[in-house]
């Protein structure tokens, strides 16, 4: 059943290699049936338990600035060598090909299996034949990244950020097109979780609505200028993993200067930036920090550990808040 499975998704075929081990044809070794669950709660940082009983590591390496293969090899390389085991991706970062490389060659350098590693792709919102399209950009997913299977996939926008509109009431019914084909795929077996991105609480309660299957996640711009506290506190309510993007505030620097982040800086020894990193972690949000540098990337898994921030230090973080985002073009808030 699984083979046939991986077989109408992509028109490759597997070769059973012993009842618990599976070839991939993409040359990654599977070595545990699609259905176990995947334990990641040993790794540095540890993980979060999904509501579908997978996990996911808690802080990951975003990929979306870098294409340029030799850069993005090397960053993995760091990335599997300093222990990190999430790599976040999204078909418009056009950088899933070169990920599948990087992964393929630095995990053949290091002996690591497919099952040792998850990655995350997302899939654009879109207005024409969503339904086709969200099947389309699975497959390709599949294809560039050089996999049979991808542990998380996420609906990147609540609306279709090419041709639609915030005020178009066709996004609601868009919206839930998407998810059932996502669903329909995941019960293929070539996807092992679902979940979102830039969804507000509108949008979730929307999807309780029709949803067979609950998103996992909610990737969101979240850092102490943007805390989310009433999106957040609903996910947490539903079982929904809230993990950020854009913790650095877009390169501001004015909030590297603030009185809260510069004296856990100096507390603990580390940098502003890893602060914010921090800030997510210590309340409970998971990061997917964004570098090419091998030296940053470890210290970004590293001091991050380190830095675990006080239910003080914490409170005068999200005092911060003022709900501005940084995202250019990221206004969910404002999509029906």
């Not at 979060?48 to 993995?76: H, W, Y």
């Not at 996992?216 to 309510?237: D, G, I, M, S």
């Amino acid at each position: 059943m699984l083979p046939s499975a991986f077989a109408r998704c992509t028109g490759r075929s597997l070769r059973l290699l012993h009842p618990s081990s599976i070839q991939s044809s993409r040359g990654f070794s599977i070595s545990l049936p699609l259905a176990m669950p995947i334990r990641f709660d040993a790794i540095p940082g540890g993980s979060f338990a999904f509501n579908d009983g997978n996990d996911i590591p808690k802080i990951g390496l975003g990929i979306s600035r870098i294409v340029d293969q030799e850069k993005l090899t090397a960053a993995v390389r760091a990335a599997l060598s300093a222990g990190y085991r999430l790599f976040d991706t999204a078909r418009i970062y056009k950088n899933e090909d070169m990920l599948g490389v990087a992964l393929r060659t630095a995990m053949a350098e290091l002996g690591l299996k497919r099952e040792d590693i998850f990655i995350t792709t997302k899939v654009p919102t879109v207005n024409e034949d969503p339904a086709g399209g969200t099947e389309q950009s699975v497959r390709e997913s599949l294809e560039r990244l050089q996999t049979d299977y991808l542990d998380l996939v996420l609906v990147h926008y609540p609306r279709d950020r090419c041709t639609g509109q915030d005020d178009d009431e066709r996004n609601g019914p868009i919206r839930k097109i998407v998810w059932q084909k996502l669903e329909e795929i995941k019960a293929r077996g070539t996807i092992r979780s679902i979940g979102v991105s830039n969804y507000e609480v509108y949008h979730l309660a929307e999807m309780f609505e029709y949803a067979k299957v609950l998103p996992v996640l909610n990737q969101c711009e979240y850092h102490p200028y943007n805390t989310e506290k009433l999106l957040r506190r609903f996910c947490a309510k539903k079982g929904i993993v809230f993990q950020a993007f854009s913790s650095l505030c877009w390169g501001n620097q004015e909030i590297l200067n603030e009185a809260p982040v510069k004296a856990a800086a100096e507390k603990y020894g580390v940098t502003a930036q890893t602060i914010l990193y921090a800030f997510a972690v210590s309340t409970g949000v998971g990061i997917i920090p964004k570098s090419e540098t091998p030296a940053r990337i470890a210290a970004n898994l590293h001091d991050t550990i380190k830095a675990s921030l006080t239910p003080d230090e914490q409170t005068a973080l999200l005092a911060l808040n003022r709900g501005v985002v940084f995202c250019p073009g990221c206004a969910p808030g404002e999509c029906i």
